[in-house]
T-cell receptor, first 117, second 112 residues
Framework: GAVVSQHPSRVICKSGTSVKIECRSLDFQATTMFWYRQFPKKSLMLMATSNEGSKATYEQGVEKDKFLINHASLTLSTLTVTSAHPEDSSFYIC?????????????FGPGTRLTVT | AQSVTQLGSHVSVSEGALVLLRCNYSSSVPPYLFWYVQYPNQGLQLLLKYTTGATLVKGINGFEAEFKKSETSFHLTKPSAHMSDAAEYFCAVSRNAGKSTFGDGTTLTVKP
């Protein structure tokens, strides 16, 4: 089956620094990837839709300059949390849609636990 | 616009008992519907999905769900709960190949 990886799986950083999270589709090409944020005991909140070769589409209320998304290839999207603060601590999950598939299914990565101290 | 409502944030069943997790949706176009399971500190795993065709969908681990358009529901069931079924379950809806909207999740507890 389709596999999506995320790196790192968990990261601790100091307030004010930037952190990059990678999302890779390992055995398929993904024109579209999605970035979600999940708070403890809460559902997934879609942050943005990442489109290969073009600008990401951000959901209302998500700061574009704070959460930088780059989708430079058909197998890699990155999320950079800039000038991180403790309130950015969360579980970040990406998903990818198989460009060659039927298009209905997203494949999810294992998530990245970000802790900002 | 589309939305998902999962009735019951916590469901507790005994091992061997029927599992029923409820999901109602709203969508302005024919929906694609999904159930995912999430174990602690992990990503989401697809249990099953409905796109078109047969309204009773069978998934992995013995789960199934029935799409009822008249009731705008997509409830998840399993005849006999296993301890390993304890997890967080999310219902999601999307339009065609668009972005998905997730419900708030239901925590399933299985008692021995």
């Amino acid at each position: 089956g389709a596999v999506v990886s995320q790196h790192p799986s968990r990261v601790i950083c100091k307030s004010g620094t930037s952190v990059k999270i990678e999302c890779r589709s390992l055995d398929f090409q993904a024109t579209t990837m999605f970035w979600y944020r999940q708070f403890p005991k809460k559902s997934l909140m879609l942050m943005a839709t990442s489109n290969e070769g073009s600008k990401a589409t951000y959901e209302q209320g998500v700061e574009k300059d704070k959460f930088l998304i780059n989708h430079a290839s058909l197998t890699l999207s990155t999320l950079t949390v800039t000038s991180a603060h403790p309130e950015d601590s969360s579980f970040y999950i990406c998903s990818a849609r198989d460009s060659a598939g039927q298009g209905s299914e997203q494949y999810f990565g294992p998530g990245t636990r970000l802790t900002v101290t | 616009a589309q939305s998902v409502t999962q009735l019951g944030s916590h469901v507790s069943v005994s091992e061997g008992a029927l599992v029923l997790l409820r999901c109602n949706y709203s969508s302005s176009v024919p929906p694609y519907l999904f159930w995912y399971v999430q174990y602690p500190n992990q990503g989401l795993q697809l249990l099953l999905k409905y796109t078109t065709g047969a309204t009773l969908v069978k998934g992995i681990n013995g789960f199934e769900a029935e799409f009822k358009k008249s009731e705008t529901s997509f409830h998840l069931t399993k005849p006999s709960a296993h301890m390993s079924d304890a997890a967080e379950y999310f219902c999601a809806v999307s339009r065609n190949a668009g972005k998905s909207t997730f419900g708030d999740g239901t925590t399933l507890t299985v008692k021995p």
